[in-house]
């Protein structure tokens, strides 16, 4: 059964579910449980009487009324993206406009406020909010206010004029309320004409308060992808998230993949594959250089497309922005670093050899710890169970170091020579003080080491594709129950 529950005029209830019910029929020999009346039989025949099924009804979910009427008699905006169509929203917002009234809703999952904006553009800044934030202390569910957003600050209108409360409800963990906005307001100096001018559409939920108005948007953001007059009935689309995407499948892809793979290479695998160039260079050496550069391109064209994208610092409260872009630079001014080095044997070889191993592996270290921070930005949508696949690749990664580090031991108690573990007065194997012998042969262990670098080929590219999937085509849960439904 679906119930709607009603406390006063400004607090109620609805689409509420009880337990399944089940409906059976009574047995039909004795008519006296239908009827309720006691009655005396004679004993009837030995027959077996006729199977009568029983029948379970269940009780139907009803469709949320938010969604009713949209595209038909009213807007509606949701978050995330195409959410609408499941009726899944974690937030949505509807404008009806019937004369010159236009009533508002606005709903949040897991919320302590649901917040809709008009803006002149698709970013934050300049707009006038409309908040449905908890509030005990007027005896209500949530009530609405008026706010003003002020580049990426939000401040409570000092006049609250223009808008005006209908009803609101907190269930389950959603706040819902339901206003009118005047057709005219004047908000910070500003005016909003609703019936003349267009407007882009910001949805935003929040778990917490402040006192003066809304915190910041740690459950959802969402922007229209394009500005409408309200009094025209559409559906809003979300805007493009394309920049956003390709800027977190470019970071993995260097830093998870190529990154991590030409650091391999270049501990371990100096002495492997002796006598087969590549390009005129020790194999390990030109592999390694060609997936450096590959970081370097991934990590400056993604820094670029983020800035492309946001147009200012990023106002979440997150130091994923901070380590990004430290890690930018130090990406940045490593390859170029590389060009200067020492000739080998030179007195300074070892103090360049030192410094490219520090500032390589302290971008590494920095890059995959503002990765996991990636994990807690909104804007990127992603579960919080891709920590876990971070955590999966960070341990197979240091136990492939220790791995390789414990053959490469093994290796050099075979030759008077050390092989594997880099030594700083030297970058390669061709330019190290090995024999003769030593350097037209493979170290001992080689094959070992082969068959542990294809093992790490293998399981770095899964996590990749993985992850820049997971990152692509956020979020993934409701696009994997899309495609299932499909």
Same mark, same amino acid.
């Given at each position: 059964?679906? @119930?709607?529950?009603?406390? #006063?005029?400004?607090?109620?209830?609805?689409?509420?579910?009880?337990? *399944?019910?089940?409906? @059976?029929?009574?047995?039909?020999?004795?008519?006296?449980?239908?009827?309720?009346?006691?009655?005396?039989?004679?004993?009837?025949?030995?027959?077996?009487?006729?199977?009568?099924?029983?029948?379970?009804? /269940?009780?139907?979910?009803?469709?949320?009324?938010?969604?009713?009427?949209?595209?038909?008699?009213?807007?509606?905006?949701?978050?995330?993206?195409?959410?609408?169509?499941? *009726?899944?929203?974690?937030?949505?917002?509807?404008?009806?406009?019937?004369?010159?009234?236009?009533?508002?809703?606005? /709903?949040?999952?897991?919320?302590?406020?649901?917040?809709?904006?008009?803006? #002149?553009?698709?970013?934050?800044?300049?707009?006038?909010?409309?908040?449905? @934030?908890?509030? %005990?202390?007027?005896?209500? &569910?949530?009530?609405?206010?008026?706010?003003?957003?002020?580049?990426?600050?939000?401040?409570?209108? %000092?006049?609250?004029?223009?808008?005006?409360?209908?009803?609101?409800?907190?269930?389950?963990?959603?706040?819902?309320?339901?206003?009118?906005?005047?057709?005219?307001?004047?908000?910070?100096?500003?005016?909003?004409?609703?019936?003349?001018? *267009?407007?882009?559409?910001?949805?935003?939920?929040?778990?917490?308060?402040?006192?003066?108005?809304?915190?910041?948007?740690?459950?959802?953001?969402?922007?229209?992808?394009?500005?409408?007059?309200?009094?025209?009935?559409?559906?809003?689309?979300?805007?493009?998230?394309?920049?956003?995407?390709?800027?977190?499948?470019?970071?993995?892809?260097?830093?998870?993949?190529?990154?991590?793979?030409?650091?391999?290479?270049?501990?371990?695998?100096?002495?492997?594959?002796?006598? /087969?160039?590549?390009?005129?260079?020790?194999?390990?050496?030109?592999?390694?250089?060609?997936?450096?550069?590959?970081?370097?391109?991934?990590?400056? @064209?993604?820094?670029?497309?983020?800035?492309?994208?946001?147009?200012?610092?990023?106002?979440?409260?997150? &130091?994923?922005?901070?380590?990004?872009?430290?890690?930018?630079?130090?990406?940045?001014?490593? &390859?170029?670093?590389?060009?200067?080095?020492?000739?080998?044997?030179?007195?300074?070889?070892?103090?360049?050899?030192?410094?490219?191993?520090?500032?390589?592996?302290?971008?590494?270290?920095?890059?995959?710890?503002?990765?996991?921070?990636?994990?807690?930005?909104? /804007?990127?949508?992603? &579960?919080?169970?891709?920590?876990?696949?971070?955590?999966?690749?960070?341990?197979?990664?240091?136990?492939?170091?220790?791995?390789?580090?414990?053959?490469?031991?093994?290796?050099?108690?075979?030759?008077?020579?050390?092989?594997?573990?880099?030594?700083?007065?030297?970058?390669?194997?061709?330019?190290?003080?090995?024999?003769?012998?030593?350097?037209?042969?493979?170290?001992?262990?080689?094959?070992?080491?082969?068959?542990?670098?294809?093992?790490?080929?293998?399981?770095?590219?899964?996590?990749?594709?993985?992850?820049?999937?997971?990152?692509?085509?956020?979020?993934?849960?409701?696009?994997?129950?899309?495609?299932?439904?499909?």
């Amino acid at each position: 059964f679906s @119930a709607t529950f009603v406390q #006063d005029y400004s607090t109620f209830w609805i689409g509420v579910l009880s337990d *399944k019910v089940e409906v @059976a029929k009574r047995s039909v020999d004795n008519p006296a449980q239908s009827t309720g009346i006691s009655t005396t039989r004679a004993p009837k025949t030995s027959t077996v009487p006729a199977y009568i099924p029983e029948i379970e009804v /269940k009780a139907a979910a009803t469709d949320d009324p938010i969604y009713s009427g949209c595209g038909s008699t009213k807007s509606c905006f949701g978050a995330p993206d195409q959410c609408l169509d499941t *009726k899944s929203c974690t937030a949505v917002t509807t404008v009806q406009v019937e004369g010159d009234r236009y009533t508002f809703e606005v /709903k949040g999952r897991g919320a302590g406020y649901a917040a809709v904006a008009l803006s #002149d553009d698709s970013k934050m800044g300049d707009d006038s909010v409309m908040e449905c @934030a908890r509030d %005990s202390a007027q005896n209500r &569910p949530a009530n609405v206010y008026l706010s003003y957003n002020t580049d990426k600050t939000n401040a409570r209108s %000092s006049s609250q004029r223009g808008i005006s409360f209908i009803n609101s409800s907190y269930v389950n963990g959603e706040v819902y309320c339901r206003f009118t906005r005047d057709v005219v307001t004047n908000i910070s100096g500003k005016i909003y004409d609703l019936e003349k001018n *267009k407007y882009y559409l910001l949805l935003a939920v929040g778990s917490s308060l402040r006192a003066a108005g809304v915190s910041f948007h740690d459950v959802i953001y969402e922007a229209s992808s394009d500005g409408y007059i309200l009094s025209e009935i559409v559906t809003f689309a979300s805007v493009s998230k394309l920049l956003l995407r390709l800027h977190g499948a470019f970071m993995i892809a260097a830093w998870i993949g190529a990154a991590s793979v030409g650091i391999l290479l270049a501990r371990y695998f100096k002495q492997t594959w002796v006598g /087969k160039p590549f390009c005129g260079k020790d194999q390990w050496f030109a592999w390694h250089r060609l997936l450096m550069l590959l970081v370097w391109s991934l990590t400056i @064209a993604a820094f670029v497309l983020i800035f492309v994208e946001l147009k200012s610092w990023s106002s979440e409260d997150n &130091p994923h922005a901070i380590l990004g872009t430290v890690t930018t630079l130090l990406a940045f001014f490593q &390859p170029i670093g590389a060009l200067f080095r020492p000739h080998p044997g030179s007195r300074r070889r070892p103090i360049f050899n030192w410094l490219h191993w520090l500032l390589g592996n302290m971008a590494h270290i920095l890059a995959i710890v503002t990765i996991f921070f990636a994990i807690e930005l909104s /804007k990127a949508q992603l &579960p919080e169970w891709t920590t876990w696949i971070l955590v999966v690749y960070v341990a197979f990664h240091v136990a492939m170091h220790f791995v390789l580090s414990v053959v490469g031991c093994a290796s050099e108690r075979t030759t008077s020579s050390r092989v594997n573990s880099f030594p700083m007065s030297d970058r390669t194997s061709s330019r190290s003080p090995l024999s003769d012998t030593d350097r037209r042969t493979d170290a001992p262990l080689s094959c070992f080491r082969k068959l542990l670098l294809a093992l790490y080929l293998v399981v770095i590219i899964v996590l990749t594709v993985v992850l820049i999937l997971i990152v692509v085509l956020a979020p993934i849960e409701e696009t994997w129950e899309k495609f299932r439904g499909t």
